[in-house]
């Protein structure tokens, strides 16, 4: 086996062992796990009511049922890549486990991409409940429905959210408790500009000029564009390559980050067991 | 080829005291070596510079000036140095949650071990460091700190390093738990060739594991050679009684600033 094949095989075997990892945490913490799955849900039918109070005709309110619906799952699953990605870093300050795992031969980028591969698998499952519970409570048909572009933007789209994921995992590395509030602030900033529950157009136009980088906003635009009117991966592409630009700049932009909280932190002994 | 060299190894933290900082020194340009194969024992009290020094070994630390090598490849060459070293630490560390199995199998991989290699190893070694069968799978928090720290063993030696770094690894355990530890240290050594700094605080336990033995104090290596040569050169009978010489103070008194309160 050459140096390269060598090096490659361990590199898929250690990221298979963040994946392992993150799952023996998911399993070991089921309760939690239950626990957040129904406060999503609620959170979820606390907006999703709001179509009800409306006072829309059917038609519009089964529309408008299905926008904020989407961006509620949406903001979920972004949610919850962003918060296995940072709060996993914080655990491992909390855990000491950081140490050990800093000192492995395992490269960074491996490291991170791992974590958030299992984040999109773990988001993915989670999402895909939320919305399947929450469609069948309010009898939605969504007949002209393309979920195979709405996955296929998720998944672009879920490159940018691991790089963002990445910039805000660095925040713990540094301080784990004001690190993981920074990571909420982040999120709330995207919560707000990206158009999960209103149309962008809403906004003032300086938030408007930011939710152009921010990645879930093409993401919702295109995925409420394929499962409200069948929009195909061609009728979307106007969202579909923003999202490659911002994922192409997102990754690198989040592993040089990370890198660089990683020197600080070796450089001023921030490694160390916290908590 | 020499295990480790150090040379003129320096590190520094910076401690704030309100708005005031200040740098203070953790290691002071400190220079050694080690054989392949050989233990030492780096002795000193809490804040003295041992942890600092096993960090900077483990690539966990930037170095403000020195250098390190590792079998020799610069502590700067991560990938390599990470794969010949591992380490025990006083604090066990573990997610608490997790069996002991679980926190040994995703570690394991992160050095290249596959679920098979890593499935017929992790029982043979958590049987050679005395740990019961029966709780393999029960969760970290529900073993005693001994314990754990057999686990904390199994983990660094399922790696097989070449270098092994001791923290304290048995600080805080239980007279029998400390036995079976320094047991299994011996075990090592004479099995693996491992090389082996062991940091501690206990002057019996340096005594007898390792050949040669270091007092660092205020982050200087006042001296490294063998228990008999470091009594002869104080002109004293016991390594207590050198530490004093050597230090201008006993051994049971604490610095007041413990290194934790230097780096946080």
Redesign the interface.
């Known amino acids: 086996m050459t140096a390269i094949a060598a090096r490659a095989?361990?590199e898929l075997?250690?990221l298979?062992?963040?994946v392992?990892?993150n799952w023996?945490?998911v399993k070991?913490?089921a309760m939690w796990e239950l626990a957040f799955f129904v406060w999503t849900i609620a959170n979820t039918l606390s907006i999703v009511f709001i179509s009800k109070a409306a006072g829309l005709p059917p038609a519009q309110e089964e529309r408008l049922t299905t926008v904020l619906l989407i961006g509620a799952v949406i903001w979920a699953y972004l949610g919850i890549i962003f918060e296995i990605l940072t709060e996993t870093v914080a655990?491992e300050r909390w855990?000491?486990?950081i140490?050990?795992?800093?000192?492995?031969?395992?490269?960074r980028p491996v490291h991170l991409i791992g974590m958030g591969l299992f984040a999109i698998a773990y988001g993915l499952v989670r999402a895909t409940l939320i919305f399947a519970v929450v469609a069948a409570m309010f009898g939605l048909h969504m007949p002209d429905a393309n979920f195979a572009t709405a996955l296929i933007l998720l998944g672009i789209a879920s490159i940018s959210f691991i790089g963002i994921g990445m910039m805000t995992a660095v925040l713990p590395l540094i301080s784990p408790e004001k690190g993981t509030q920074l990571g909420f602030m982040a999120q709330g900033i995207m919560l707000v500009v990206s158009g999960v529950y209103y149309p962008v157009s809403v906004l003032p136009q300086w938030m408007q000029w930011i939710s152009t980088i921010s990645p879930a906003t093409y993401a919702l635009r295109g995925i409420r564009a394929a499962i409200l009117e069948g929009a195909t991966p061609a009728d979307v592409w106007g969202d579909i390559w923003p999202l490659i630009l911002i994922g192409v700049v997102a990754i690198p932009l989040g592993l040089w980050v990370f890198r660089r909280g990683e020197?600080y932190a070796?450089?001023?002994?921030?490694?160390?067991?916290s908590g | 080829m020499n295990a480790v060299e150090v040379h003129n190894l320096r590190k520094e933290?910076?401690r704030k005291d309100g708005r005031k900082r200040t740098r203070v020194a953790a290691l002071r340009g400190i220079t050694f070596e080690m054989a392949r194969g050989e233990c030492i024992a780096i002795l000193g009290q809490n804040g003295s510079g041992k942890s600092?020094l096993v960090?900077l070994l483990?690539?966990?630390?930037?170095p403000d000036g020195g250098t390190a090598r590792i079998f020799g490849h610069d502590i700067g060459e991560t990938?390599a140095v990470?794969?010949m070293?591992?380490?025990v630490?006083v604090?066990a560390?573990?997610?608490?949650?997790?069996s002991a199995t679980?926190n040994l199998?995703?570690?394991?991989?992160?050095?290249?071990?596959?679920p098979r290699e890593t499935r017929e190893r992790i029982p043979v070694i958590l049987d050679r460091v005395g740990f019961p069968v029966s709780r393999r799978t029960h969760?970290m928090e529900n073993l005693s700190r001994g314990t754990q720290q057999k686990v904390a063993l199994a983990?660094a030696l399922l790696t097989s390093p070449v270098l092994l770094l001791l923290d304290e690894p048995t600080t805080g355990l239980d007279p029998r738990s400390k036995l079976e530890v320094q047991d299994f240290i011996r075990e090592v050594r004479a099995v693996h060739d491992t090389t082996i700094l062991l940091c501690t605080h206990d002057l019996a336990e340096a005594e007898i594991l390792a050949e040669r033995i270091g007092i660092l104090d205020d982050g200087q290596l006042l001296c490294l050679e063998s228990a008999d040569e470091i009594k002869e050169r104080y002109g004293v009978e016991t390594l207590e009684e050198a530490f004093f010489a050597a230090a201008g103070r006993t051994f049971e008194d604490e610095r007041e600033e413990e290194e934790?309160e230097v780096?946080a």
């Open positions: 095989r361990h075997i250690g298979l062992g963040v392992e990892r023996y945490l070991r913490y655990w855990e000491g486990t140490e050990y795992t800093f000192m492995a031969p395992l490269s020197q070796k450089r001023h002994g921030k490694l160390k067991r | 933290f910076v600092t960090r483990s690539t966990l630390l930037l990938r990470r794969t070293v591992n380490r630490s604090e560390s573990f997610f608490k949650k997790m679980e199998a995703y570690a394991a991989r992160f050095y290249g071990l596959t969760a983990r934790e780096t």
